[in-house]
């Protein structure tokens, strides 16, 4: 049997001409989807699925989120901090043992466990275990934490309604100082703080009270810096 010629498209749309159709199109624009294109082409969406998979190999992924995108110079000026890094390291081996750093983050009252968090061994015949939904709290606190290679060296909460400014921070950072000619003696005279560029840590106060010779800058992102104290 055979069949008669008949208006309409064919049996199947997924040809050479319709392949080829749809790499163009998808290379024009890489964010279209399966019913842009379809509208666009005439073609069913499974056909360009099948295309768009079987055919192209191409699969629809989301973009990758990064910190910051980085020009060219900024780049090269990341390198040439670590290269300046590596060899103030090959000299002075225990350099970093001298390095306090610190920063604020806001500390939730509690957590709520995954469902893969939850998972338990059971037998074939013992009930499943249930977990209720839980939201994320709605208490939280922000926490002020300093620490070295070897630990913690100082930590505080902010006081309910107080907002970290240059006044508070410098508090903070005289608190600091005290902490670790307590329990870091070894390095008192000697120590550095690295912080990044939040307002709070660039303001004019802040530094006045810091050395006002920078010991080392750390070219990254944040062009987060470190001075002796």
């Known amino acids: ?36 294109i379809s509208s666009e082409l005439n073609l069913n969406r499974f056909t360009v699925h099948q ?30 901090a670590c290269l300046d890094l590596l060899d103030r390291l090959e000299r002075e081996p225990e350099f970093f043992s001298r390095v306090i750093t610190g920063d604020e983050s806001w500390i939730l009252e509690y957590d709520p466990k995954t469902k893969r968090q939850s998972r338990e061994w059971h037998t074939e015949i013992s009930p499943r275990p249930k977990k209720s939904r ?28 107080q907002i970290v ?8 950072l005289e608190r600091l100082k005290k902490m670790v000619a307590r329990v870091r003696p070894g390095i008192a005279p000697t120590w550095m703080l690295h912080h990044d ?13 810091l050395p006002k010779k920078a010991f080392l ?3 990254s992102p944040l062009f987060a810096r470190s001075q002796s104290l």
């Open 1 to 36: 049997m055979e069949d008669e010629p008949r208006a309409g498209r064919l049996s199947t749309s997924k040809t050479d001409d319709s392949v080829e159709r749809v790499r163009s199109l998808v290379r024009s624009d890489l964010r279209l989807t399966l019913r842009m």
């Open 51 to 80: 295309i768009l998979r079987q055919d192209l190999g191409m699969r629809n992924v989301c973009a990758k989120m990064v910190p910051k995108k980085l020009t060219t110079e900024q780049k090269a000026n990341q390198r040439d």
């Open 134 to 161: 839980m939201s994320k709290s709605k208490i939280k606190s922000m926490l002020i934490c300093c620490f070295d290679s070897q630990g913690i060296v100082h930590k505080e909460f902010v006081p309910p309604g």
């Open 165 to 172: 400014n240059q006044t508070f921070y410098r508090e903070v």
């Open 197 to 209: 560029n939040a307002p709070c840590h660039t303001e004019a106060s802040i530094n006045e009270f």
């Open 217 to 219: 800058w750390f070219l």
